[in-house]
């Protein structure tokens, strides 16, 4: 299973979520969209994960905090307890034993990340 994970502030559009996936080169091989739970339900990210007709995963902030990332943003760090919430969604939807295929990436309007992750079962 392939999914991208995504971080983004409360003013991020649709736009800024495509681009960011898109940045990653991944965009069209993509099983699933994963973001903290309490961000799945913003309008942006709702019409998005529709538009991309996959699963979609709510990440626990306890799983958010628990998971290595390999980049580190401070404002993540302060805000979420991670190096980076796209990361660190992803890695936590893809299952144990995923690994990062591409690290966060950032949209034009810098208002999402977005990274890739890999599950075992591929």
Known sequence: MIVAG???TTSATFDSLKQALDATGYAMQIDGVAT???KTQTPAFVGFA???KCAVFKVATTEIEATQTQT???ISARERGTGSVAE???LSAAGPGATLIISRQ???DRMATCAIAKGPNL
Do not use: E, T
Request: glycine share 6%; net charge neutral; no cysteine.
């Open 6 to 8: 995504f971080g983004f």
């Open 36 to 38: 903290a739970a309490d």
């Open 50 to 52: 529709k538009a991309q």
């Open 72 to 74: 580190q943003s401070p």
């Open 88 to 90: 660190a969604a992803a």
């Open 106 to 108: 950032i949209s034009n």
